[in-house]
């Protein structure tokens, strides 16, 4: 059963943007830690962003200023608006959800590729 869907991946230009979106049900994002993972190739995942039901959140230092990470509670969605692309942002883009117990939801994952 998919309980993450992600959508709004593809090619842009360096300096470009790119809006990414997780849909998921309600059930989950109130009681679900969200979030954004990348991989790239030969490189192992890491963390992007996450929001918490209250709305707070955390970035790697990568992405910091560029990212923004929200919730659309009446859409049912976690979205990653991503500014001032770079080549290294290059990478799989997973949605992720983290329970208080430590389990783990993902998408399917989505390509994001900046490249000129």
């Known amino acids: 059963q998919v309980q993450l869907v992600e959508s709004g991946g593809g090619l842009v230009q360096p300096g470009g943007s790119l809006r990414l979106s997780c849909a998921a049900s309600k059930n989950i994002l109130d009681r679900y830690v969200m979030g954004w993972f990348r991989q790239a190739p030969g490189k192992q995942r890491e963390l992007v962003a996450t929001i918490t039901r209250y709305d707070d959140t955390n970035y790697t230092d990568s992405v910091k200023g560029r990212f923004t990470i929200s919730r659309d509670n009446a859409q049912n969605t976690v979205n990653l608006q991503m500014n001032s692309l770079k080549p290294e942002d290059t990478a799989v883009y997973y949605c992720?959800?983290?329970?208080?117990?430590?389990?783990?939801?993902w998408g399917q994952g989505t390509q994001v590729t900046v490249s000129s």
């Open positions: 992720n959800a983290r329970s208080v117990f430590g389990n783990d939801l």
